[in-house]
């Protein structure tokens, strides 16, 4: 099965240049996690929920911040007409939940989750396989420390 035949197709977009507040409400609407960052009609960077948290409020920026101060610049994606299973240990290893996918013109054409893999009956393994790999412990968590009242 190839990503075309999973992926979410109707993607909203952001651009650079518009604030913390804007993506957060778009997320917030829309009941997602992330959004692409378009610039010139091209793929530009990611922006999600946690990069709203920890990157922006976090470090004491507004909501009018704009999202090109936080947004991930280096994007990971997959490609339309790769196999789901390739992407999907791609996926696992480096630990993402969704992947912007491209045609081969290096223009957006949807998006992968972890959701879309786990709607789909013939890739349910996949899913399995993804999260087992995002979900693996990942070192010493600082929740357990002892922190001052």
Do not use: F
């Amino acid at each position: 099965m190839k990503i075309r035949d999973a992926m979410t197709r109707d993607v909203c977009m952001v651009r650079p240049d518009q604030t913390l507040r804007d993506a957060a409400h778009m997320m917030a609407e829309l009941d997602i996690g992330a959004l692409p960052v378009q610039e010139n009609d091209r793929l530009v960077g990611m922006i999600t929920d946690r990069d709203i948290a920890v990157r922006a409020v976090a470090e004491g920026w507004g909501a009018d911040t704009q999202i090109r101060k936080v947004m991930t610049n280096e994007i990971r994606y997959c490609y339309e007409d790769q196999d789901i299973e390739e992407v999907t240990r791609n996926m696992s290893d480096q630990r993402l939940r969704r992947l912007p996918v491209m045609n081969r013109d290096k223009r957006l054409v949807g998006i992968l989750s972890l959701g879309d893999l786990a709607r789909e009956g013939s890739t349910q393994d996949d899913a399995s396989e993804a999260l087992c790999g995002i979900s693996r412990p990942g070192g010493q968590h600082s929740q357990t420390a002892q922190r001052p009242h």
